[in-house]
C-alpha cells in the first residue's frame, strides 16, 4: 500500500529511522544491507494523494462502495518539496555492541563535520558511501594476496532533511 504525505503540511526538518535491526529466530540482528541516498531530496511524488473514482454511498445502513479499485494518481506538474541532507547518525557495529557517531553539515560554513564522542574532525562527502551506505567490502590480505568479501559494520541508522527555503 502506498501512503502520500500531506504536501500543504511538510515539516521544515524529516527525520528518517532506517531499519537496520530486525527479529530473526529468537533474536535481534542487524541489517548492514547497503543503502544509498541523496543529498537533496524531492517529496512532491510523494505528497499529492490518489484521485478516487466515485464517492461511498450508504444503503440500509451499511455502507456501500461504488468507487472503482483503482487509483489514478494526478499527472498535474507538482511543485518541488526539496529537502537538503543535514546530519546523518550511524551505527558502527552489532546489535547487542556498538558505536553510535554522527555527521552534520555546519550551518555556517558549509562544511560537513564528523561527531565521534569528543573528536570533531571536517568529513570529505567523497567518504560517504564507506562511512554510511552499508553493504559488502572487498579486502585483500597483502601476505598470502586472498580476497576477502565482508560485510561493513557501519552504515547510516537515522537520516536528518531541511527543507529548501524558498527564493
Known sequence: RTMFLDGDNMPDTLCIQLNRFQFQG????????????????????????PKVDG?????????????SDA???????EEPQLYD??????????????HYYSFARDPISGKWLKLDDDQVSEFDLADMEGECFGGVQTTVNKWTNCVY????????????YCKQRSA
Not at 541532507?85 to 556498538?98: E, P
Open 26 to 49: 529468537n533474536s535481534f540482528v542487524k541489517l548492514n544491507d547497503r543503502l544509498a541516498f541523496p543529498l537533496t531530496l524531492d517529496f512532491a511524488p510523494y505528497t499529492k494523494p
Open 55 to 67: 464517492e461511498g454511498t450508504e444503503e440500509d445502513g451499511e455502507e456501500a462502495h461504488t468507487r
Open 71 to 77: 487509483m489514478a494518481v494526478d499527472t498535474e506538474p
Open 85 to 98: 541532507l543535514k546530519g546523518i547518525v550511524v551505527h558502527s557495529g552489532q546489535f547487542s555492541f556498538g
Open 149 to 160: 568479501k565482508t560485510e561493513k559494520s557501519a552504515s547510516a541508522y537515522m537520516l536528518f
